[in-house]
Nanobody, 120 residues
């Protein structure tokens, strides 16, 4: 079973920048989707940003212009750069990678989550 390891969360001040990274515990045969989601207390998990293996990206309106998602092809991982952070960005952030195993089975892996807190 592949695990996704996330890093980069923490406590930041409003206006700061933050970079979240996610990498699988071992190489992935083939993937077609990578995304970052977040869940704030009492709220549903929501998509923050996603990218595909052809670098087609999608961003939530709330982070448009403040976030950049990028693939790390060397590690089969994905990063999320966020700028001008706001208190409402406070949430647990999860990475998600989907694709196929070498035997042709679909997979849908999730990270354990990393806390991002934006507070003065």
């Amino acid at each position: 079973q592949v695990q996704l390891v996330e890093s980069g969360g923490g406590l930041v001040q409003p206006g700061d920048s933050l970079r979240l990274s996610c990498a699988p515990s071992r190489r992935i045969f083939s993937y077609n989707y990578m995304g970052w989601y977040r869940q704030a207390p009492g709220k549903e998990r929501e998509l923050v940003a996603s990218t595909t293996n052809t670098d087609t990206t999608n961003y939530a309106d709330s982070v448009q212009g403040r976030a950049t998602i990028s693939r790390d092809t060397a590690k089969d991982g994905v990063s999320l750069q966020m700028r001008n952070l706001r208190p409402e960005d406070t949430a647990v952030y999860y990475c998600n990678i989907r694709g196929w195993t070498v035997t042709g089975n679909k997979f849908d892996y999730w990270g354990q989550g990393t806390q991002v807190t934006v507070s003065a």
